[in-house]
């Protein structure tokens, strides 16, 4: 009986593997919040990107003098530019260039990007964002 006690208050004082098995319990929480943190930053960085070529383009586009030079000009600025954004592939690129029926001094340069080969998707994290990034951008025609 006394044995028994002694091995019991042994067993419940004993501190040797409580950082293991804290580490076990918490270590896949922390990765998780880890990779994510690096997936929406990747993510981020793409969806800036995009926004910065939805804008170059569009200040492009407006030295064209109807729409389809415009289109062709936000077109060519996205095929040339897109090499130097890391992690952009210039054939997930849409663009669009549409007048404004309310208003013809401005146009708009909107941009859709097929995120789907980036390298986040492989991560395993939380709920991550849409696989399409969509930006637009409008300017006005013959400046103010």
Do not use: C
Not at 11 to 22: C, F, K, M, P, V
Not at 67 to 72: F, G, K, L, S
Not at 119 to 139: C, E, G
Request: hydrophobic fraction near 45%; glycine fraction near 4%; charged fraction near 20%.
């Amino acid at each position: 009986m006394r044995r028994r006690r002694h091995l019991l208050s042994h067993l419940t004082n004993d501190t040797r593997g409580t950082s293991a098995i804290e580490f076990a319990i918490l270590a896949p929480i922390f990765f998780m919040v880890v990779f994510s943190m690096i997936g929406y930053g990747i993510y981020l960085s793409a969806s800036h990107a995009v926004q910065q070529i939805t804008a170059d383009a569009a200040r492009t586009a407006v030295a064209g003098l109807d729409a389809a030079e415009r289109r062709r000009l936000a077109e060519d600025y996205v095929k040339t530019s897109t090499n130097e954004y890391a992690f952009l592939d210039e054939r997930a690129f849409a663009v669009a260039v549409q007048d404004d029926p309310s208003n013809p001094a401005q146009f708009t340069v909107s941009i859709s990007y097929d995120a789907t080969d980036l390298p986040i998707w492989q991560l395993y994290s939380f709920a991550m964002p849409d696989k399409v990034i969509r930006r637009f951008a409008t300017i006005r025609v013959g400046g103010i």
